[in-house]
């Protein structure tokens, strides 16, 4: 079985500080992570992935996440907060192969304070 | 744009009555995801289609759920003898095969009264 842990429900950081967002995973073999983030009445917007190669993988609106395998983390972080960075953020894994369904985590809501 | 759309956005109907759902993926991705949202929680898978073919189903699917997707294009998701559990937020993803990435749509809110 496959599962997602966001340990924080809400994450507020000042805007133009440093942002982390923390996730841990559990699947068997090799992982493919994800994150996405959720506007208000709106779908779930892919940010950016985790395959292969290297662990630092950089996507969309300057978010970059970092794979570490020893402790089965993906962390999101950007370096300077935005206060249109405030949404709802899920990072999800699926396994490299024979399963193609993809597992979230309950989500943490980050709020950025002007 | 052309994203991932679904339809309606939005759906109110009372405990007993059917549903559907219309999900219309990016053109040319062969495979669509059906997941769930409930208030608080991640999306759930539902199940999924490559191409026409249902490849995999969720336990969460019960028998009064049923999905389609007859020319490998847009699909529907039926949902009869609606219960209050059933009030979600009902997403749809496209990928295409060889491309690890799920992409979303705006999602159609049920509430079952």
């Known amino acids: 079985a496959q599962s997602v842990a966001q340990p924080e429900d809400q994450v507020n950081v000042a805007e133009g500080n440093p942002l982390t967002v923390k996730c841990t995973y559990s699947?068997?073999?090799?992982?493919?992570l994800f994150w996405y983030v959720q506007y208000p009445n709106r779908g779930l917007q892919f940010l950016l992935k985790?395959?292969?190669?290297?662990?630092l993988v950089k996507g969309s609106y300057g978010f970059e996440a970092e794979f570490n395998k020893s402790q089965t983390s993906f962390h999101l972080k950007k370096p300077s907060a935005l206060v249109s960075d405030s949404a709802l953020y899920f990072c999800a894994v699926r396994p490299n192969f024979g399963n193609e369904k993809l597992t979230f985590g309950t989500g943490t809501r980050l709020t950025i304070i002007p | 744009d052309t994203g991932v759309s679904q339809d309606p956005r939005h759906k109110i109907t009372k405990r007993g009555q059917n549903v559907t759902f219309r999900c219309d993926p990016i053109?040319?991705?062969?495979?669509l995801y059906w997941y769930r949202q409930t208030l608080g929680q991640g999306p759930e898978f539902l199940t999924y289609f490559q191409n026409e073919a249902q490849l995999e189903k969720s336990r969460l699917l019960s028998d009064r759920f049923s999905a389609e997707r007859p020319k490998g294009s847009f699909s529907t998701l039926e949902i009869q003898r609606t219960e209050q559990g059933d009030s979600a937020m009902y997403l749809c993803?496209?990928?295409?095969?060889?491309?690890?990435?799920?992409?979303f749509g705006p999602g159609t809110r049920l509430t079952v009264l």
């Open positions: 993803a496209s990928s295409l095969t060889g491309s690890d990435t799920q992409y």
């Open positions: 985790y395959i292969t190669g290297d662990n």
């Open positions: 053109s040319e991705h062969n495979r």
């Open positions: 699947v068997s073999g090799n992982p493919y």
